[in-house]
């Protein structure tokens, strides 16, 4: 049978009932870039250029824009024949935080499956297989690298038939190595504009990274893109200006010897510690701190924080510290993946969720998320969620015989725009996440709104409990408030 060999013979193939095949389509991209010798011949690629980068899980609120970083500088080695690849980055945060990132060195790399970063002041370290799985697939997020896989035809290697959608031939195509690409190919250009693979993301479940590339300039025999856009399901997750060079000299890129044979970290089992700060309240610590608190018919835990692991052995601590009473509620002080990552967990243990109700539809929808490439505690024990919710700026009373709760919302944060807080009037302790956390160095530059909001409040307040760090004196807020006032 006679091939259809371009995308300008298309209309006519099809005519004349010459099915194209995504075989074709590949090829057909590759002649459009600068001809599959070329690709095949391509042993390394240099991407240099700038860019911005994104805080995944830590918008101001579940439909705003992420936080991002501006990378001064970026560079990307690839070693296309050994599947390695090594980015070196210099980035500055555009957010608030008590930790800020200014000018901050970043090396990332991944050797096949072993992924590592290297600290500017420390030895490499070895990263987890998820993050290992999610480089190496990154390798293949570029036309080069996959067009010169796809072509390689290696028997293993498939190729799906074509798809035809508006503007654009998409194929499906399986790597020796079991990655599944899905390539779309411009109609116009001819040339691979879109790939994407899907992933395990521990907080969102399965998530398709999809990378677009554009604004194409030759580069010795190939055209290559100059602007590379990332996506994380909705959200940006990266985006490059970059100029390209094929077959020049790179550094080596294996990963060192040390790293190679580290194991790659695993979850290790979660130990909480338990420390009372009244009768019936409970700091529980776990990495982060939970509050647990006895009402006369049921108890309440303050932050299901992390990962179902963590979350998990605080709801199991909690059920263990007050035996005979239901664990009934878990009050969420904001949206952030750090803060919500135990979430999913609660609700297959049937707690009900107290949070905001600008909260309401982003935990809907992360509870019916699919996990299908890593199912967790709710996939394996599904359950409806059960969310109760703070209107407005609250309060909202959690209350039950001699024991009152109260929920406030925290607001002009500009760290969340649904953030709350939870105070027990009668104990004088206020639970707070990510306004104020005591630990040496900057001060949280949310912690003065916290403190006037406390006062505009009228909250009486001994001690605070932050969600991450110590239990401190309401005085120490005071003293960094101070602190940020005489140096402004
Ligand atoms: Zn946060
Ligand atoms: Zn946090």
């Known amino acids: ?50 860019g911005t980068t994104y805080r995944l899980g830590q918008n101001h609120a579940p439909d705003a824009d992420l936080p991002i970083y501006e990378l001064h500088t970026y560079r990307k080695e690839v070693d296309l024949e050994n599947q390695r690849w090594r980015i070196e980055q210099v980035r500055t945060g555009h957010f608030g935080t008590s930790r ?114 554009s604004d194409w300039e030759q580069s010795g025999e190939l055209l290559l893109p100059q602007t590379i856009s990332q996506t994380l399901d909705k959200y940006r997750n990266g985006d490059f200006s970059v100029s390209s060079q094929v077959n020049t000299e790179i550094q080596d890129l294996s990963a060192p010897a040390e790293v190679a044979s580290a194991q790659a970290p695993v979850q290790q089992p979660v130990e909480v510690t338990s420390e009372e700060l009244a ?25 299901a924080a992390r990962n179902d692991q963590t979350a ?10 007050v035996p005979d009473k239901p664990l009934q509620y878990v009050i969420n002080t904001h949206f952030h993946s750090d803060h919500a990552g135990g979430i999913r967990a609660a609700v297959a243990e049937g707690l009900t969720v107290i949070t905001h109700e600008i909260h309401r539809a982003f935990f809907e929808e992360l509870v019916m998320r699919p996990r299908t490439l890593g199912p967790d505690h709710l996939t394996n024990n599904p359950k409806p969620l059960q969310i109760e919710t703070v209107s407005g700026d609250g309060p909202y009373e959690l209350t039950d015989g001699d024991r009152t709760i109260v929920i406030h ?22 639970v707070e996440a990510d306004v104020f956390t005591p630990r040496p160095g900057a001060a949280s530059p949310f912690a003065t709104n916290f403190l006037a909001q406390v006062r505009a409040l009228g909250l009486r307040v001994n001690r605070i409990v932050p969600v991450h760090g110590r239990v401190v004196p309401f005085s120490a807020l005071q003293r960094v408030v101070r602190t940020i006032a005489r140096g402004s």
């Open 409 to 430: 919302r925290l607001k002009e944060d500009l760290h969340a725009a649904g953030m709350l807080m939870v105070h027990l009037p009668k104990e004088r302790i206020l």
């Open 100 to 213: 800020p990132v200014n000018q901050q060195p970043l090396v990332q790399a991944i050797d096949r499956d072993v992924a590592f970063d290297v600290p500017a002041d420390g030895d490499p370290r070895r990263l987890n297989a998820q993050i290992g799985r999610d480089r190496h697939a990154d390798l293949y997020h570029h036309p080069l690298a996959a067009l010169k896989a796809a072509l390689q035809g290696d028997p293993e290697a498939t190729v799906g038939p074509v798809i035809e959608e508006e503007g654009h031939e998409v194929v499906e195509v399986t790597l020796a190595d079991g990655l599944h690409l899905t390539l779309s190919v411009d109609a116009v250009t001819g040339l691979l504009s879109r790939i994407e693979s899907t992933t395990h993301q521990p907080f969102f479940g399965d998530v398709v990274i999809a990378t677009s590339f």
């Open 279 to 303: 009768p019936g309240v409970w700091v529980l610590g776990a990495g982060y701190n939970s509050v647990l608190i006895e009402f006369p018919s049921y108890t309440a835990v303050v932050e």
């Open 1 to 50: 049978m006679k091939r259809c060999l371009s995308l300008t013979m298309l209309l006519a193939a099809t005519t004349l009932g010459c099915a194209r095949t995504g075989q074709n389509v590949i090829e057909d991209a590759a002649e459009a870039m600068g001809g599959a010798a070329a690709i095949s011949a391509a042993t390394t690629l240099v991407m240099e250029g700038t």
């Open 312 to 321: 998990l052995a605080v709801i199991e601590k909690a059920r263990e510290m």
